[in-house]
């Protein structure tokens, strides 16, 4: 079966770092776009990044760019979002996705262009 898991998350201060990772299986990796989504206590689930199969283009929502970063291993069948600059309003489960060669724009805000999901890790940021 295919599954998601993601892990890295924690307790941090504001300002701090840090670095996810989400490891697939049951799938072939390099055939998937992959998702980073989060969802803030209350609030909606909402797009963080995303990364083509091809690992050709990325994408970020506006609230995270120029401090988070996607990146993808192949080898290791692992996605990652490495989160510098942390803010409190960043503070949330997030969780990671793949989808099936996808291409063209926009599928990677999609979440339900997306096949499969993680169960999420906890982010917490304090002030």
């Known amino acids: 079966q295919v599954q998601l898991v993601e892990s890295g998350g924690g307790m941090v201060q504001a300002g701090d770092s840090l670095r996810l990772s989400c490891a697939a299986s049951?799938?072939?990796?390099?055939?998937?776009?992959m998702g980073w989504f989060r969802r803030a206590p209350g609030k909606e689930r909402e797009f963080v990044a995303g990364?083509?199969?091809?690992?050709?283009?990325?994408y970020y929502a506006d609230s995270v760019k120029g401090r988070f970063t996607i990146a993808r291993d192949n080898a290791k069948n692992t996605v990652y979002l490495q989160m510098n600059s942390l803010k409190p309003e960043d503070t949330a489960v997030y969780y990671c996705?793949?989808?099936?060669?996808?291409?063209?724009?926009?599928?990677?805000?999609?979440?339900?262009?997306?096949?499969?999901w993680g169960q999420g890790t906890q982010v917490t940021v304090s002030s």
């Open positions: 990364i083509h199969w091809s690992a050709g283009s990325k």
């Open positions: 049951g799938l072939t990796f390099s055939n998937y776009n």
């Open positions: 996705a793949a989808l099936f060669r996808a291409y063209g724009s926009p599928w990677y805000p999609q979440p339900d262009k997306y096949n499969y």
